[in-house]
């Protein structure tokens, strides 16, 4: 039986962390659970899953959906996209059966790439090969979560661009179905002398595809998340902090003027790994506390205050300790509440 091998190519970068994550892993739960109960998917759909946010990573190897576990997502800092396609292409120079005068190879592997942010590496060299080598040989499906992917460069992987409205459950939901009809419409396509690669028809509410010659103009802001490390002082447990980017009216000298403001999205456990997917550079953009619209508790311990700052400049948690040891320096000290603005370096999202 000759294979339809699908691979996720998903970004795991801070930006993700929350509501998108969550849903991306209980969407590839639908997806495996519909198709293990679609006889033509089961016959020849196999599925693998790699993720990239600073390093990527094969979080599940190429196999067949009877055997699939859906598997957690990690997170991770930086969205290094080109290091995400040379580990794709790793993966599909070690899995794909080509054909040969021999034997029937894989029916043409198809690329499911979510990305909600700007590449922070270089893709060039990623995407030459990319073209040279994969571009006639797979099908690969550019989704760009929210408005703020780099659609030029995910034009140069693909013609199926897509743009995806991120923002509520019932959107994820009806996201993930198309997905979820595109594969099974491909692999019945294999069994009945078609293409093998059939997407369908999206809620074009939902999902819309980009047309090359009329790009959305470029979002108002390079990134409307920030997101902030911090680490709880008892367990040393690493979070992360999301503020969304937004503007709010303000009056300056008798005139409405727009400032910017960064509000509270929530407060958020990572586990150890966090630092395996983090490339080495620091965080790109200095905030100001002046700026944020309201601090969270330790997801941790609970502790009342998660953003607090040592002189290190790094963030911990801190609530009714005599004495705080920051987490990451071991200083050692009394805080007090500090007056003025403080620049904190955000994560590289
Ligand atoms: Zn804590
Ligand atoms: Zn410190």
């Known amino acids: 039986m000759r294979r339809l091998p699908i691979y996720f190519l998903i970004d795991i970068s801070e930006s993700m962390i929350g509501e998108p994550i969550q849903?991306?892993?209980?969407?590839?739960?639908?997806?495996?659970?519909?198709?293990?109960?679609?006889?033509?998917?089961?016959?020849?759909?196999?599925?693998?899953?790699?993720?990239?946010?600073?390093?990527?990573?094969?979080?599940?190897?190429?196999?067949?959906i009877i055997t699939f576990y859906p598997p957690r997502f990690p997170i991770g800092g930086g969205t290094s996209l080109g290091n995400g396609l040379g580990h794709l292409m790793f993966e599909l120079r070690k899995n794909i059966i080509q054909t040969t005068t021999e034997q029937k190879g894989d029916w043409k592997p198809i690329v499911f790439l979510f990305t909600d942010g700007v590449p922070t590496d270089d893709t060039k060299a990623a995407i030459a090969e990319w073209k040279k080598n994969w571009a006639s040989k797979s099908s690969m499906v550019a989704v760009s979560f929210g408005e703020e992917a780099d659609l030029e460069v995910l034009q140069q992987l693909t013609e199926n661009v897509f743009m995806f409205k991120n923002t509520s459950v019932n959107q994820y939901k009806s996201f993930f179905k198309w997905v979820t009809a595109s594969i099974k419409s491909s692999s019945m396509s294999v069994e009945t002398g078609g293409t093998g690669f059939e997407l369908t028809k999206p809620d074009e509410s939902v999902i819309s595809k980009i047309d090359p010659r009329e790009m959305p103009p470029k979002p108002r802001f390079d990134h409307n998340f920030t997101v902030f490390t911090g680490k709880c002082q008892h367990s040393q447990k690493p979070y992360l902090i999301k503020y969304r980017r937004t503007t709010q009216p303000t009056m300056v000298g008798g005139m409405q003027m727009n400032s910017l403001v960064y509000r509270l999205v929530g407060a958020y456990l990572v586990d150890s790994s966090y630092f395996d997917y983090c490339d080495e550079t620091g965080g790109a953009n200095k905030v100001g506390t002046d700026e944020l619209q309201g601090a969270p508790t330790c997801p941790s311990c609970g502790n009342q205050y998660g953003l607090s700052i040592c002189q290190c400049g790094k963030i911990h948690c801190c609530g009714n300790e005599e004495v705080s040891t920051c987490p990451w320096c071991g200083n050692k000290g009394r805080y007090g509440f500090g007056e003025g603005r403080i620049d904190i370096n955000s994560a590289q999202g």
């Open 23 to 64: 849903m991306v892993e209980e969407g590839l739960a639908m997806i495996i659970k519909a198709l293990k109960e679609d006889p033509y998917a089961l016959e020849t759909v196999h599925i693998s899953i790699v993720v990239f946010a600073g390093q990527a990573r094969t979080l599940v190897p190429l196999q067949e």
